[in-house]
């Protein structure tokens, strides 16, 4: 396959310097790779958590029943549980079939084409490399809640159980029957027909210092008879009555995935033999082959952003690593970004870097770094960077990013224990405000082999993203796949959609362009890379921060080339620095409001009838006294 993508790469853009930098990427990466694989292992007590180590819970639930169940509603929610974490992997596992069980209640709580789970605490399996890798289990305890109709709905029916949980997935199959709980009669009554909510919430090592959490929401439909669809105005009629447009559509939709690995740090694999994180820099594909396959599977843009640790070769820290070649192969990154870019006309191909650690800390995207960032030093005492950032410092980080013009987004953010700064989660600062952009609101799984944009895998940090909102943070949502397979932009539709000024005809969307587009915030994430969402208020674009009196119109438009419709729409309000919570205020795709005086910021959700989701960035409004 590297041979025919290379191939094909160089008949195409025929420039030979891509060529050298290949050959010296070859030769230094094998360097890297060896010497972290003679660096010497700490003892297990000393070790903390590799990446991608952390718990790890989704839901899959079905949007409507199928066909079949129309009179009942019934369909059955997939919870799935995997815990790699513990301490850090020394080959990947090669094991990934088995079955398990865990203890629930419910009406069928049952694993299915899960993982083993071991009971004993800890599992061990043999990778392809043939070292032994010890996974420690976890207890889980999860509790899926079904309530509604309507966001301030009761509670309807409720599942839960306890399992022991690895680093294979453990896959619970829940069974509902379209009813509520029981009653004080013993009752249990078909729920009404309305917009349900499903809310996943899954605790490792519950009462203990290495407890951790994962929440998931999602939405269901429950229809037994005709319903309305909302009425939503098109997407171009939206855009055409803005007024600083004068009735021109002035901007092109770029659809991105910014948020993806390659061989330059622990992505790459083929997807035949990716089983997980690889070891940095072992596997075979880098940026120019994920250029190659985002763009001739429809994406306009990706963004090659690497672990700004494994540049030296290790997910930990190698102390024989060579500073010089850590910095050389970022800017070797950086340079295939831009040539991938210039020999292909209508792609835009960028580079940047994942910085930070799960573990008591955050990872974030810098999108246009041109120097690498990072913390770790060789045994000589050598930092592995260009420029030093201490571990965990977010907010002298933050202050950096602001200094330099550089850009952020917050990766696939938890609600609680990330982004600290003065001990408080996604804790603001002015400097953060400046320069992170925007909050990953819905990813894919990073492991998926699925190049059929049909993974199932999905989490939703639309909470988390909230908090941000109102802790005072500006941005706007971004929706990608955090590939670590070769599938770059396939595992499914979902993309990050940003609003570019067009060029002029014929000219390709420039790197300025694009992060200017993201600046401002004009960006909405989408599940669909066919829809197009428009949110304004009072004629201002989303994204954008205006003074405000008397009332504001709120409205939404949407469109989908492939004839999706709108099912449901909401419009949400929150106080940007309030740290209070973030409410929906309307179902309707339009809304006129009187703010009270002070900061607002609105934006919109609607869920399509095959229940994918498109957020729109927030509109940021500071009402005035009248």
Avoid at 300 to 319: C, I, Q
Avoid at 418 to 424: A, E, R, S
Wanted: aromatic letters at 8%; charged letters at 15%; proline letters at 5%.
């Amino acid at each position: 396959m590297r041979g025919q993508l290379c191939g094909q790469l160089w008949r195409q853009a025929k420039w030979v310097a891509c060529a050298c930098i290949g050959v010296f990427m070859l030769v230094w990466s094998n360097s890297a790779a060896a010497q972290a694989a003679l660096a010497p292992v700490p003892l297990a007590g000393s070790v903390e958590p590799g990446e991608h180590s952390e718990l790890d819970a989704t839901v899959q639930a079905p949007f409507h029943a199928a066909p079949g169940a129309r009179a009942t509603q019934a369909r059955t929610f997939i919870v799935r549980l995997a815990y790699p974490g513990g301490i850090s992997r020394t080959a990947e596992s090669g094991d990934t079939g088995g079955t398990g069980r865990a203890a629930g209640s419910g009406d069928t709580a049952g694993a299915a084409g899960g993982g083993t789970v071991g009971s004993a605490g800890a599992a061990g399996s043999v990778g392809s490399a043939g070292a032994l890798t010890a996974h420690m289990a976890h207890p889980v305890a999860w509790r899926l809640t079904l309530s509604g109709p309507g966001p301030q709905g009761a509670v309807r029916r409720q599942w839960s159980g306890r399992a022991s949980v690895g680093a294979r997935t453990v896959s619970l199959a829940l069974s509902w029957d379209g009813r509520a709980d029981a009653d004080a009669r013993g009752r249990r009554a078909q729920v009404a027909d309305g917009l349900y909510q499903l809310r996943l919430l899954a605790v490792a090592d519950p009462g203990t210092p290495q407890e951790a959490q994962v929440e998931q929401q999602w939405q269901i439909q429950v229809q037994r008879g005709r319903s309305a669809a909302p009425r939503v105005p098109a997407f171009h009629t939206g855009l055409q009555q803005l007024p600083s447009l004068d009735g021109q559509a002035d901007y092109r939709i770029v659809y991105a995935n910014l948020h993806s690995q390659t061989r330059h740090s622990d992505g790459g694999a083929a997807l035949d033999a990716c089983r997980g994180a690889q070891e940095p820099q072992t596997a075979p594909f880098g940026p120019i082959d994920a250029y190659l396959y985002a763009q001739h599977h429809g994406l306009d843009v990706l963004l090659a952003s690497e672990h700004n640790h494994m540049y030296d070769g290790s997910d930990g820290t190698n102390p024989l690593a060579n500073p010089a070649e850590a910095k050389a192969l970022y800017q070797t990154g950086l340079a295939e970004a831009a040539a991938y870019t210039a020999a292909h006309p209508g792609f835009l191909a960028l580079y940047g870097m994942e910085w930070g650690v799960i573990n008591k800390g955050g990872h974030l995207n810098l999108f246009n770094s041109d120097q690498l960032l990072g913390w770790e030093k060789n045994a000589r005492g050598e930092l592995l960077a260009d420029v030093e950032t201490p571990k965990g410092d977010y907010a002298a980080l933050y202050a950096l990013m602001r200094e330099r013009g550089w850009l952020g987004q917050f990766n696939h953010p938890a609600y609680a224990g990330q982004f600290l700064v003065n001990g408080q989660p996604l804790g603001y600062t002015p400097a953060g405000d400046a320069a992170m952009v925007l909050c990953e609101v819905m990813n894919t799984s990073a492991f998926s082999t699925n190049d059929q944009e049909t993974e199932n895998r999905r989490s939703n940090y639309e909470a988390a993203c909230n908090r941000a909102l109102a802790a005072g943070y500006h941005v706007a949502f971004s929706s990608n796949q955090d590939n670590h397979c070769a599938n770059w932009g396939a595992a499914y539709g979902n993309r990050t959609a940003v609003l570019v000024a067009s060029p002029a005809a014929g000219t390709p969307v420039s790197r300025d362009s694009f992060l200017e587009a993201l600046r401002a915030r004009r960006v909405f994430a989408t599940m669909d890379k066919h829809a197009q969402l428009l949110f304004t208020a009072n004629g201002k674009l989303m994204g954008e921060r205006f003074a405000s009196h008397g009332p504001l119109h709120l409205a939404t438009s949407f469109s989908n080339s492939a004839g999706r419709q709108a099912a449901v729409v909401a419009i949400f309000h929150g106080v940007p620095g309030g740290n209070g919570s973030v409410t929906q205020i309307s179902d309707q795709a339009e809304l006129t409001v009187t703010p009270a005086p002070g900061p607002h910021f609105y934006y919109a959700r609607l869920t399509q009838d095959d229940g994918n989701i498109v957020w729109s960035a927030p509109v940021w409004v500071n009402q005035l006294p009248e």
